[in-house]
């Protein structure tokens, strides 16, 4: 279960590339996902944050 945030959940979203002429094909928008290390109970881990968790402080960086 990687490139999701281990904070909030987000991860892979489906869409549609939309061409000039309307027609669609289907394509996935990726989060932005970065790896950091995290403290969680004292301990240091590395996970998949992203980056609006990162900016909004929900995670404790070591």
């Given at each position: 279960m990687s490139r999701v945030c281990s904070v909030c959940?987000?991860?892979?979203?489906?869409?549609n590339?939309?061409?000039?002429?309307v027609r669609r094909t289907k394509r996935t928008f990726?989060?932005?996902?970065q790896k950091v290390s995290v403290v969680e109970d004292g301990t240091v881990k590395t996970e998949y944050v992203?980056?609006?968790c990162l900016k909004s402080?929900?995670?404790e960086r070591a």
């Open positions: 959940g987000k991860g892979k979203v489906a869409g590339n939309v061409s000039h002429s990726s989060a932005n996902v992203c980056a609006r402080g929900k995670v």
